[in-house]
């Protein structure tokens, strides 16, 4: 694979980066089924894995770290801390207090000594930013830490961070992971130009829409019966119309695929990686089946032509249910502080 640069670290990545979601009891249990996947990605010339903390409670990270016992130095590791790890209130979140105790439990987890890339998973509202921005740089200059990044931040976010970084002395977040997507085109409106502006890498997640464009959801009901839908009616359930404009779509999306020879997977993941913010798209395979139905997208080439019939089956900018842009500000989502 041709290697891109994560923002203005000098650090090259594959422009497919291997998502560790599914690694674990959240979709492969067999960890050394995970292991011969991984052990697959970085034949295929992938060197870029991305885990959180939280998938599967943490096994995820397991998994990886016995996967790349005597190849960890080939690879660019990326993990992310925020969301809850148990029901104390405080472990969780973006405090001081919560990263430089969990930092330690992903070392242990991942068997390494360091991190190349640790990512905050999502804003904290109740943290200062600079609170946060203080406890990683400790992290870099303790060596237990390489850089920083921020996940599913609002372009305000991610520029208030890098003020706060400048005027406060603190290492900055040098890329950002959002939601992208041929149906999910939101950051297209300011998290991506944002980027651009600050020499942030991009990375983003969920390339295929969380399986909406893996080419099974299609209107003549192949299957359309995802196992998510019970879990995530609101991102599923087609008596929602912002769902059922989705299915739409990607059965649009699909037939063009099949009119210009590619797979609509393929289609999916190189119209991801062909903006020129995005550094890097983030598989997330549960199968060996579904992680060689990705490999290869990297190579696909789109024409005008095509990314013009994208732009008129989903307009740039827009998501179409934006429950799948994956944070909304509290002011909207907390009644009280909307009425207050």
Known sequence: MEMRTLGRTGVKVSPLCLGAMMFGQWGEPDHD???????????????FIDTADMYSAGESEEVVGKALKGKRDNVVLATKFHMPMSFDPNERG?????????????????????????????????????????????????????????????????????????DRGRERFVCEQPPYSLLVREIERDVLPVAQEYGMGVIPWSPLAGGWLS??????????????APLMPARY????????????????????????????????LAFVIKHPA?????????????????????????????LDAIDEIVP???????VDNGYEAPAIANKALRRR
């Open 94 to 166: 973006n405090s001081r207090r919560w990263i430089i105790r969990e930092v330690e439990n992903s070392l242990r987890r991942l068997q390494t000594d360091y991190i190349d890339l640790y990512q905050v998973h999502r804003p904290d509202a109740d943290t200062d930013i600079d609170d946060t921005l203080s406890a990683l740089t400790d992290l870099i200059r303790a060596g237990k830490v390489r850089y920083i990044g921020s996940s599913t931040f609002p372009a305000h976010l991610m520029v208030q961070a890098q003020y706060v970084a400048r």
């Open 316 to 322: 740039p900018g827009l998501t179409i249910n934006p």
């Open 278 to 306: 995005v550094t890097a798209a983030i598989i997330g395979p549960r199968t060996m089946e579904q992680l060689e139905s990705q490999l290869g997208a990297d190579e696909v080439e789109l024409t005008e032509e095509i």
């Open 215 to 228: 080419g099974k959801w299609r209107k003549d009901g192949s299957d359309n019966g995802s196992r998510r």
């Open 237 to 268: 359930d087609l008596s929602i119309p912002e769902n059922q404009r989705k299915l739409d779509a990607a059965d649009a999306l699909a037939n063009l695929a099949d009119k210009h020879g590619m797979s609509l997977i393929h289609l999916a």
């Open 33 to 47: 089924e995970c292991a011969r996947m991984i052990d697959r990605a970085l034949d295929a010339g992938i060197n």
